[in-house]
């Protein structure tokens, strides 16, 4: 999905981090407003579990100044989706140790709110949380949920004999046809979202009605978070994402029907749309805080080449096209002085107001990534050994994920780039 025009309709029901009113004293480095951002992973990079890296405070104790207000813009961009942005906000204040508001915070399906042709439609939502609330302040009005689904249809989930109706129900009236389904992240019983998830597409809707010929293409479908595997407490290296879940339905849908599952947004890092919210965000906040410089230069810190480094390198990539698309435009402009009747688009004028320059990604060593077991040392041994954690519908290019730099922790990421910005 194109954001172009998408991000000025947002504007408005986003506010940005961080208390109104004049610019903190000490927020700028001798007196130059900050020209860059931060992007954060958060498990694996501020937390492990429930419990906060140590060096995470030590970055944020960089990054505040002495009355507790961040010097320069942040957001935190995490793939987690199963919990309320000010729930998440209120975890991270309490591990940082300082306010973070939930307008700083981009869980995996906070761009959905862009996605308005889909906010009227009748939408089955998937995974676990507060799915139902989550889906309504994202803009959806008509949601149902994988329970309410059972509910009115229990002779489709028959995994679980312990749940199985002891007689035949009456047959269920008035519910409604089911327009597209998202999926938030991983459920808690896979058997039952996977049944139910597969009966709405191949019944197109109404997983009560007898099965006629499938439609194809499918309900649209919208998935957040690709995430293959995430860092926890646990010895053990990595936990089940929901990447791991949509490659199961995935799977799935193509054994039945031969045909493949195809999605009308992937959402979450390493999509391009995610990171164009985030660096919106950003640029929110320094408008908000009164610093007048623009923001050139993001850097994107997280512990998974697979999604976090592939994702800001993929978003560097795109920077740089839209850089070149703005001295094309420029050509164009120029052009257009000697000749008037030729025609001008709205869009590559939009391009020419996008200020950053480049995503640098930031690869720690407290989460995922272990040192250089994950991304070998060259292209060449990359290509032939590395076995791609990403999605299906993302190629993948070696490059994409070798990070700029690889550092041990946060502290040592926020130490870095204030060095390369010559900030104190």
Not at 215 to 233: F, G, I
Request: hydrophobic letters at 35%; aromatic letters at 8%; charged letters at 20%.
């Amino acid at each position: 999905m194109a954001l172009r025009g998408c991000l000025g309709a947002g504007r408005g029901l986003l506010r940005a981090a961080g208390p109104r009113g004049p610019p903190a004293r000490g927020a700028c480095a001798g007196g130059r407003p900050p020209a860059f951002g931060f992007l954060f992973d958060v498990d694996g990079v501020l937390v492990r579990g429930s419990q906060a890296v140590p060096a995470a405070r030590r970055a944020f104790q960089r990054l505040a100044d002495g009355g507790g207000r961040l010097r320069v813009p942040v957001v935190f961009l995490t793939n987690a989706g199963n919990c309320l942005r000010s729930a998440k906000a209120r975890e991270l204040s309490q591990a940082l140790g300082l306010q973070v508001s939930p307008e700083q915070v981009i869980l995996s399906h906070s761009p959905l709110r862009l996605f308005s042709r889909f906010h009227q439609k009748c939408m089955l939502v998937a995974g676990q949380g507060p799915v139902e609330e989550n889906a309504q302040n994202l803009g959806f009005k008509h949601v149902v949920t994988i329970e309410a689904l059972r509910k009115a249809y229990p002779l489709l989930d028959m995994v679980d004999q312990s749940r199985r109706p002891k007689e035949l129900p009456p047959p269920t009236t008035g519910f409604p046809t089911i327009e597209g389904v998202i999926l938030f992240g991983e459920p808690v019983r896979w058997e039952t979202s996977l049944q139910l998830i597969i009966d709405v597409l191949l019944s197109n809707g109404n997983p009560g009605a007898e099965l006629q010929d499938i439609p194809y293409p499918h309900l649209p479908v919208l998935a957040c978070n690709m995430d293959l595997l995430w860092m926890a407490e646990a010895k053990m290296p990595s936990r089940f994402g929901h990447g791991t879940f949509l490659l199961c339905l995935e799977n799935i849908y193509k054994k039945v029907t031969g045909r493949e599952l195809k999605y009308e947004a992937l959402i979450g890092k390493p999509s391009t749309v995610t990171y164009r919210y985030a660096e919106y965000l950003i640029k929110q906040q320094a408008e908000t805080q009164g610093w007048k410089s623009p923001i050139r230069r993001l850097y994107a810190v997280g512990d998974n080449p697979m999604s976090d480094i592939y994702g800001a390198n993929l978003y560097n990539n795109y920077l740089k096209s839209a850089h070149q698309n703005q001295v094309q435009a420029g050509m164009k402009r120029s052009l257009q002085a000697a000749n008037p009747q030729t025609e001008d688009p709205l869009e590559l004028r939009k391009d020419c107001n996008n200020s950053v320059e480049s995503c640098k990604s930031i690869l720690v060593c407290t989460g995922v990534y272990r040192h250089n077991a994950d991304v070998p040392s060259n292209t060449e041994e990359c290509t032939r050994e590395t076995v791609f954690h990403g999605h299906r519908d993302f190629c993948f290019d070696p490059s994409l994920v070798e990070a700029s730099y690889i550092v041990q922790d946060v502290n040592d990421a926020v130490q870095l780039a204030f060095k390369k910005e010559n900030w104190s």
